[in-house]
């Protein structure tokens, strides 16, 4: 439930400590791996381009691995962190309309090839969406580097049903967000 007081580490830390071991909120984990979408869900497919060479790959790299696609100003994972490995949970606090959103979400899985790097998490019971989101960069064959986004979610819980359209305001907000804090990380890695 949203809070007009924004959540002490405390209250954060005890938050995830309840949600870790609970299942996920949804049955179609893992399905951000296919390219078909997911029925009975909003389906979001977003990338932007970094750059192009293996300075940009590292530095891409590098974001995801500390969480920066999550706009600071609104957005932010805790523990901040967070190592990127199967299981992890995490909490994303959110401010959204004056109002903090504490939502949990576990790691569902990690890639790390050689042309791909990044992670899905799932949503936990303790988050006012269900579904999953991939956060990944890709090096494509001539070099260039990109930044994607892959989602699936529907509302959970009642308030995000009663604010559908604001909800996905801000989820389509957060996706151009994510897409600067990537660019925005990489550019200044390399100067």
Not at 25 to 33: A, C, L, Q
Not at 119 to 143: I, Q, R, S, W
Request: proline share 6%; glycine share 6%.
């Amino acid at each position: 439930m949203p809070s007009i007081f924004k959540p002490k580490e405390s209250e954060i830390q005890a938050f995830i400590e309840r949600e870790r071991q609970l299942p996920y909120s949804y049955t179609e984990i893992g399905r951000t791996k296919n390219e078909a979408p997911v029925l009975g869900f909003d389906n979001d497919f977003n990338f932007i381009e970094l750059g192009q060479g293996e300075a940009v790959w590292e530095a891409g790299k590098e974001a995801v691995r500390e969480w920066k696609m999550f706009p600071s100003g609104w957005a932010r994972i805790w523990p901040e962190r967070t190592p990127l490995r199967e299981g992890e949970a995490v909490a994303m606090l959110a401010k959204v309309m004056g109002l903090w959103w504490l939502n949990s979400c576990r790691i569902v899985y990690v890639i790390d090839s050689q042309d791909k790097f990044g992670f899905a998490y799932g949503t936990l019971p303790g988050h006012a969406e269900c579904g999953e989101e991939l956060f990944m960069v890709e090096k494509t064959p001539d070099g260039k580097v990109r930044y994607i986004l892959k989602a699936f979610s529907r509302p959970r819980v009642w308030v995000a049903r009663l604010v559908y359209p604001i909800a996905r305001a801000y989820q389509r907000k957060f996706i151009r967000d994510s897409k600067a804090s990537m660019l925005r990380f990489v550019r200044n890695h390399l100067l």
